[in-house]
């Protein structure tokens, strides 16, 4: 593997799923893999899940690790090719990666969207420089569109869960919330789904289509209820609109979801990747019901994230 | 050991002393025990100290170490059960929680009181929290009410320095200050000085008695001079009021202590947890003079740290 | 090597060269000298390169590691000796620098000037008391008026390229920026490359003069022109005054180079530390021209930091 930006980076996703079951039976016996190789960690945003579960990984496979917030402990980055650095920009992109990848061997980076400019989001300018002038693998650890590591995890899940021969249906849920999130969640588990053996429906208030180049292939329904119905998974997650971009809906019917409303799936296994405002995306008697994969999802964000990071040390 | 948030998680105080002892004597002996155990090291407050020696500590007995500002590098968290989360609270504690004990065999947390709510910070919720939901051992890096790895680690100074047979008279005596602070160490330093070979006195203005329920076996004397004379240790601490609870008390005669003001003690030697507000709380001469044992004090937050670290990977 | 604070620290700059060079050849040869040796990285300011490539360089020899934002992580230091603490300042720097001496064998630092006094910021306050106070050796991460790793880095880079038996014209040529700098880069450079055997120019506006116990030894020219005239390496920087302390300057006729401007030079090499204002201190075309060091030099950080901390290892 050259690089984990996206599911296109991957080329047989059945055997990247059964090669992090076998990483998660025996952790440790690739240590010798990361032996004077350096991961760097750089976060823009907040973590808590990806900035450990990514650090253990590497720890595991015998990686040194740097981990650096490089908003609060490097320099403000400009962005803008050929611009005159007058401004609050300190450090261009292309310097800092081409800096950064001098001392590491692989560069995983968080860089949240700002919500406030599409075209430029979606752009990926930051990533997309990262990557050109690093000229080292780079993870995503969540970008301004895509959480690859979070639905490579999610797919380990419903994998390790699933055992019949009749595809599962699996529902990404939107879900209410106060802030405005970014798309990158669902982004990113439409893209992994519309990829695997599932049948994939997703369902949101009609102001909250998601960009078609990620969910081409799967079922959008506006009906929560229908399409709940005989559910085996259902994946809740809120996200702010696409189209209106970073606007924050409030839809009029109710889209929270509860296990009263519940009853009509196929008793399906509730999914989220965390944080999760309880009460709010999600009720507490489904977070901690006896159906709820949530921490289980975490805890393979480990097993996804050391599985990149041996594919990719394999090939350097 | 299984976990170390107080006194009471010691079976055997003097032995854990002994302990500290062969610990600080062959630091590097134990450095298998720490093979492929992580330890995941949370701080909500500023830590210098506790910090650096942890880390070093679980260095040296080979453990892989994982420091989060989990205030500032992942999300706000909410700590009521059962809340709608629509306020600023972002993930709840236990959802945190049960995430970092998959990544992490050990935890330790620094949770600092808010000093508003006496009823809150005493009921220590974080901390409770947290090691109910994350499901692997928890050592207190200091906490609403207690800071037993500092407490250790002063016991451990005074017996090292201790040789006669009489017990020797341990002073813990009150000090001025500008700001609110918590009572952890004056809480903790009296839990363990109760429980070991002393002779223990507390002296603070009235305004400043301790919660009970630490200082049970103490003697207490608002009598500043009375409570010195003849000590052989003085610990010198601020602490704000805990009944008129995080009030700053200015008592009407001067509680700062001088070489001068310690000719009655029997040539006490001097102890302070660090950070000292220079001639404020204590005056250069006694900080820097012969009988100061407070760097050593210091340098024992390593061996506590690396002994309770022991006993707990031991037990793992 | 007993310290890195400035040159004065290196016996035989020409040898420490010839170090690096088979450092940067075999970067693992020495893993065992780091064994149970602790690197402390106490950042008071942004950094990006030194954060990372000492961090790395430590890694390489074998050492554990553990970086600290001082400033946000720990305690507010209190610099001046005797005060009464009653201000904003929570520990003393000798009490803060003791304890770090505790837990780590040597300690690297960074504390940038406030450039408001300049007596202040040129008497190395902090760094001093570190110095004295924590008893292990201290290397500079830069400091208030040097920037010794820098100035090591970039004396390797200029012994790399250069081949021929007679001396380089080597000029460091003031740029113009927006924000009012530390001199510590321009300060440093200064006095390795006095110390070294090349031709070496510094040009600036009249009101830039550094501070005469770094350039003594220096040719200073205020024409740009006739200092890049045959130029073979040209180190772009921009530094606010030091005669008015901390004032940006605004000259009269343009420091900015351009490639047509260095037609007049030896084809000179293009340096500068970073970070850089693209198109304020230095056009596009000269940073990533094919006569640009600038990425190498970033490279040569890491050998520089490897070599430094390899003499002192060998020194405990």
Tied chains: 1, 2, 3.
Excluded at 122 to 127: F, M, N, V
Excluded at 129 to 154: G, M, N, W
Aim: proline letters at 5%.
């Amino acid at each position: 593997m050259k690089q984990f930006i996206s599911i296109k980076d991957v080329t047989d996703v059945d055997a990247l799923v059964e090669e992090a079951f076998s990483v998660r039976l025996n952790p440790y016996l690739n240590k010798h893999l990361g032996n004077n190789k350096t991961l760097g960690l750089i976060f823009l945003n907040p973590s808590l899940r990806t900035r450990l579960s990514t650090q253990k990984a590497a720890i595991n496979l015998g990686m040194n690790v740097m981990v650096m917030n490089l908003d609060k402990e490097g320099w403000a980055l400009e962005l803008e090719d050929g611009s005159v650095m007058n401004g609050s920009g300190v450090e261009h992109i292309k310097d800092a990666s081409a800096v950064m990848g001098q001392y590491c061997d692989i560069i995983g980076i968080r860089c949240f969207p700002l919500l406030k400019d599409r075209k430029q989001d979606y752009s990926e300018q930051l990533l997309t420089q990262l990557i050109r002038y690093c000229k080292v693998p780079v993870i995503s650890l969540e970008s301004a569109t895509l959480h690859p590591l979070q639905s490579f995890a999610d797919l380990i899940m419903i994998k390790d869960k699933w055992k019949e021969i009749r595809k599962p249906k699996v529902v990404l849920s939107w879900a209410p919330h106060i802030k405005a999130l970014p798309q990158a969640v669902p982004n990113s588990f439409a893209q992994w789904m519309c990829r695997s053996d599932v049948d994939f429906v997703i369902t949101h208030p009609p102001e909250l289509e998601l960009a078609e180049q990620f969910t081409t292939g799967a079922r959008i329904c506006y009906d929560q209820n229908e399409a709940v119905a005989d559910a085996d998974f259902v994946y809740v997650k809120n996200w702010s609109a696409y189209q209106d971009y970073g606007k924050i809906i409030h839809p009029d019917k109710d889209w929270f979801l509860t296990p009263e409303r519940l009853k009509i799936s196929n008793q399906a296994k509730i999914m989220h990747c965390l944080p999760v405002r309880r009460n709010l995306e999600l009720s507490d008697a489904l977070i901690d019901g006896p159906d709820s994969l949530i921490l289980q999802q975490a805890d393979n964000r480990l097993w996804a994230a050391q599985t990149v990071l041996k594919k990719i040390l394999e090939n350097i």
